[in-house]
């Protein structure tokens, strides 16, 4: 009796396979690092983009989960979005007090508290996860989470509980009832990026080698010397003034003057 292998999946199949175990999860777990669902959506989008254009790599991984988990979460954290003109005020937090409380708490945590306390009490990694994804030791992250954790209780007493804590925060998630696009679409769209930027990168190559071919044809192919700033003549006679005209001379300017306004007739050559 034959045993029957389970068919090979293509990496169009196995990248939706992953989006679709993935992707709804991690744009709730962004939010609570970020407190912002276009952000969420959009680090989220960025990370599978990255990953499916690394595919080869991404799908040979340990955990090709977490290497997008760990690649939205660093786009999530990134600074720069502060500059952002879209990103400047601050979205609408949740109508529940309780979880608007909670959401406060977070986002005055540091970055990296922040990360340390999803990724363990939210997402459930443990200690030596937490702390390989987040590139810290494992005392350090043991360190962030019990601040973590200390300066969350002392905005909201009742999250001193972890057990508590874990709960809320997959509530706090959960009922944001955020959606992820469609793989096909991340894919796609992707694609078009990638693309683009290649064209970019052409043209901005194919720039720079016309600028440095135009420079090296135009460019002085020896030295020449500056030319110094001008300098009075001294030394030279003053013009003479003019004396009284010769008859020859006076015969020619009444000659001049009697012709007509627009000069003289035009002339012509005489035979011979």
């Known amino acids: 009796m034959t045993q029957r292998t389970a068919p090979s999946l293509t990496p169009d199949q196995a990248f939706d396979a992953l989006y679709a175990f993935c992707a709804p999860a991690l744009v709730r777990q962004t939010y609570l690092l ?20 690394r595919w080869p790599e991404v799908a040979r991984d340990r955990d090709p989960g977490g290497w ?12 720069w979005h502060g ?54 030791s494992t005392p350090a992250a043991a360190g962030r989470l019990t601040r973590a954790r200390e300066a969350v209780a002392a905005q909201v007493p009742e999250l001193a509980d972890p057990a508590t804590l874990h709960r809320r925060l997959m509530e706090l998630a959960s009922t944001e009832r955020l959606r992820a696009d469609a793989p096909t679409t991340v894919r796609t769209s992707g694609e078009r990026r ?26 002085p192919t020896h030295y020449e010397a500056p030319i110094p700033p001008a300098q009075a003549v001294r030394g030279v006679p ?30 012509a050559p005489t035979p011979g």
């Open 34 to 53: 970020t407190g912002r669902r276009e952000l969420a959506r959009e680090a989220v989008e960025r990370a599978f983009q990255a990953a499916w254009q």
């Open 68 to 79: 997008v988990r760990a690649t939205a979460y660093e786009y999530a954290l990134s600074p």
């Open 83 to 136: 500059f952002r003109p879209r990103y400047r005020t601050p979205e609408p937090l949740p109508a529940d007090p309780d979880a608007r409380a909670l959401l406060n708490a977070l986002l005055r945590l540091p970055p990296s508290y922040r990360r340390t306390l999803v990724l363990y009490d939210g997402v459930g990694l443990d200690l030596p996860e937490t702390a390989a994804e987040t590139e810290a």
């Open 194 to 219: 990638n693309a683009f930027w290649t064209r970019a990168a052409i043209a901005f190559t194919v720039a720079v080698i016309g600028a440095t071919g135009l420079t090296l044809r135009t460019a």
């Open 238 to 267: 003053p013009a003479p003034a003019l004396g009284p005209l010769s008859p020859t001379e006076r015969t020619l300017r009444a000659k001049l003057r009697g012709e007509a306004g627009n000069g003289p007739e035009r002339l």
